[in-house]
T-cell receptor, first 109, second 117 residues
Framework: GQQLNQSPQSMFIQEGEDVSMNCTSS?????WLWYKQDPGEGPVLLIA?????ELTSNGRLTAQFGITRKDSFLNISASIPSDVGIYFC?????????FGAGTTVTVRA | GAVVSQHPSRVICKSGTSVKIECRSL??????MFWYRQFPKQSLMLMAT?????????EQGVEKDKFLINHASLTLSTLTVTSAHPEDSSFYIC?????????????FGPGTRLTVT
């Protein structure tokens, strides 16, 4: 499959902080998606982006589809404890999803 | 919303035996389902695309004779891991294309943890 580079690999947050992660690809995608996966569960769709340059919000989540269609970022504002988990970006061409390696978000002790 | 279930959620089997995993769309019909494999702390890798009433399409490097897929109805796809070995131990996740037919709309099951001893 096509490779997506996601960063950072992991991050520690304190409640109330803003969180940012991004994804880049050498390939163009028609659609970018962001998923969250809790341990032992399947991914849950957070945001879908369809147009280059599109900025979309879903509650405290904001994501943008890069103008070149080769990158995307996800921001989480005012993080709360339930934001911990693994976040994956995914690019969609035709009907196939290619996933990034994931960003693990953990609460800082 | 569209719900996808998987059964079993966890399975332990002995090396050399076969294991069947079921993926069901509970409240919608899914002509296309997908099977992914996820190793610990890694991403989801697409194994195959399952189309109702036709043969599955496997990704490069995935052995079709080892991972048998049957999509016999619009709500059920099964993945059978044949002659399982310890290296097949992984988290297997299915997804189904949503009822609207929009290509992005994939709903994921909760996954099946396979451990081969």
């Amino acid at each position: 499959g096509q490779q997506l580079n996601q960063s950072p690999q992991s991050m520690f947050i304190q409640e109330g902080e803003d969180v940012s992660m991004n994804c880049t690809s050498s390939s163009i995608f028609n659609t970018w998606l962001w998923y969250k996966q809790d341990p032992g569960e399947g991914p849950v769709l957070l945001i879908a982006l369809y147009k280059a340059g599109e900025l979309t919000s879903n509650g405290r989540l904001t994501a943008q589809f890069g103008i070149t269609r080769k990158d995307s970022f996800l921001n989480i504002s005012a993080s709360i404890p339930s934001d911990v988990g693994i976040y994956f970006c995914a690019g969609l061409n035709d009907y196939k999803l290619s996933f990034g390696a994931g960003t693990t978000v953990t609460v800082r002790a | 919303g569209a719900v996808v279930s998987q059964h079993p959620s966890r399975v332990i089997c002995k090396s050399g035996t076969s294991v069947k995993i079921e993926c069901r769309s509970l409240d919608f019909q899914a002509t296309t389902m997908f099977w992914y494999r996820q190793f610990p702390k890694q991403s989801l890798m697409l194994m195959a695309t399952s189309n109702e009433g036709s043969k599955a399409t496997y990704e490069q490097g995935v052995e079709k004779d080892k991972f048998l897929i049957n999509h016999a109805s619009l709500t059920l796809s099964t993945l059978t891991v044949t002659s399982a070995h310890p290296e097949d131990s992984s988290f297997y996740i299915c997804s189904a294309r949503g009822p609207s037919g929009t290509s992005y709309e994939q709903y994921f099951g909760p996954g099946t943890r396979l451990t081969v001893t």
